[in-house]
């Protein structure tokens, strides 16, 4: 395993440890967990730019480092949902649109076909991930604030103009948007899909 794939896996290693922290009680815990997810997520750039620098393109990196990113930030945005920041509508529309990508990559893996990539699918995951990052902030800002008594008027600010709700309805918005052109993009392999699905449930003439 190269050194792109090792840093891909620990970034699926980190994900558990960051939610065990980001649901244990007591500021310091959620602080903690905010320093797991930031090394993570750095993670993310340097499995791409060793990669590259290396020469160390694999296939199970091309497998894992997206799905890698998905399972990072899908449970970022469960947790936030459970912990009451985000609305649940939003969470589905990211978790189900990045897996269902991830399906049509495994797929045209096995089939040993190239997908389509798209720049602003990369912007789409730096934007989910500093998105979380920001909610982090705010989450600890105010734990912070409640505890102290200070600093809440911004706190209150922000709940008041729903700014976390119109954050989240943006990513949503471009996460959705960018799994449209992705799946036009490659709807060689969405037809493909079909195709195969329909002949394996299609009656037997015999």
């Known amino acids: 395993m190269n050194l792109p794939t090792q840093l891909t896996v ?3 290693i980190l994900t558990p440890l960051f939610l065990f922290f980001i649901f244990y ?22 499995d791409g730019y060793y990669a590259r620098k290396l020469g160390a393109v694999s296939k199970l990196g091309k497998f894992l480092d997206p799905l890698a990113d998905k399972i990072l930030v899908s449970s970022a945005l469960v947790a936030f949902n459970i912990l ?24 045209a893996l096995f089939k040993n076909q190239q997908v389509v990539t798209t720049y602003i699918a990369k912007v789409k995951t730096t934007v989910q991930m500093v998105s979380v990052f920001i909610i982090f902030v705010i989450l600890i800002a105010k734990h912070l604030a409640i505890e102290s008594g200070t600093g809440l008027s911004v706190i209150h600010f922000l709940e008041r103009i729903h700014f976390v709700n119109i954050l989240m309805f943006m990513v949503a918005a471009l996460t959705a948007y960018t799994g449209i ?5 490659n709807s060689t392999h969405v037809k493909s899909i079909f195709k195969d699905c329909y002949r394996a449930i299609r009656p037997s003439d015999s």
């Open 25 to 46: 009680d007591g500021i310091v815990f959620k602080i903690i967990a905010l320093i797991v997810y930031i090394i993570a997520s750095i993670t993310d750039h340097y």
């Open 10 to 12: 620990l970034r699926i």
């Open 84 to 107: 009451g920041f985000i609305q649940l509508w939003i969470v589905i529309v990211i978790v189900v649109r990045d897996f269902l990508i991830t399906g049509l990559r495994s797929y």
């Open 181 to 185: 052109h992705y799946f036009v993009k």
